[in-house]
């Protein structure tokens, strides 16, 4: 059974540094790999997803990326902003057509202004 | 294009009282799927539609759980009677097929007193 675990639980920087989010994951027979923001009382918003052929994928200030042979996956967040503040949470998808999404507990992120 | 629609958004009933979640999915997404999240957890698919047939509901609690996806479109998750350990977000997710990207609606918040 995909157990997924992310480190650090809470994080809190100042705005403007670049900072870190770690995701690893037990079976690396995975399908794919996404990220998800979360904001107080929302539903999820997925930020990145990578394929399990891909080593990472960039959107705006987002980078992931994905190692599966190590069971790690990243989400770099480059200048960050008071509105980055969420909680950040991976799931992998075992590509099986069911069990769905397999989640980290998240990382609650605050970014000071 | 609409999102995933879920009611209500907050719902407050006392242990041993029913309840039942609506999802309506976005249009002509085949696979729908029904997570559970309690808080400071990542969530947990509790079942998982293709078309109006059940995929996966291995984690449904099914002595107090149903859902259903008449006509394949819409979706109902009930609980009863429910349990103090109930209380936590209900989340209804879409996608095209069952690998697709999965959309997620707002949630349901239920607190059971």
């Known amino acids: 059974k995909q157990e997924v675990t992310q480190i650090p639980a809470a994080l809190s920087v100042p705005e403007g540094e670049n900072l870190v989010l770690n995701c690893s994951f037990t079976?690396?027979?995975?399908?794919?790999l996404q990220w998800f923001r979360q904001d107080p009382g929302k539903g999820l918003t997925s930020l990145l997803l990578i394929q399990s052929s891909q080593r990472e994928q960039t959107s705006g200030r987002l980078n992931a990326s994905l190692d599966k042979s190590s069971g790690r996956s990243t989400l770099y967040i480059a200048a960050s902003q008071p509105g980055d503040s969420a909680t950040y949470l991976c799931?992998?998808?075992?590509?099986?057509?069911?069990?769905?999404?397999?989640f980290g507990k998240g990382t609650h992120l605050i970014i000071q202004p | 294009e609409a999102g995933v629609a879920q009611s209500p958004r907050y719902k407050i009933i006392e242990k041993r009282q029913s309840v039942a979640f609506w999802c309506n999915p976005i249009s002509g997404h085949a696979t729908l799927y029904w997570y559970q999240q309690i808080l400071g957890q990542g969530p947990k698919l509790l079942i998982q539609f293709q078309n109006n047939g059940v995929v996966d509901d291995s984690q449904l609690p099914k002595d107090r759980f149903s859902a259903e996806r008449l006509k394949g479109v819409d979706s109902t998750l009930k609980i009863q009677p429910a349990k103090l350990e109930d209380s936590a977000v209900y989340l209804c997710?879409?996608?095209?097929?069952?690998?697709?990207?999965?959309?997620f609606g707002p949630g349901t918040r239920l607190l059971v007193l």
């Open positions: 997710a879409s996608s095209r097929d069952s690998l697709g990207t999965q959309y």
């Open positions: 799931a992998s998808d075992s590509g099986g057509g069911a069990d769905g999404l397999t």
């Open positions: 079976d690396s027979a995975i399908y794919n």
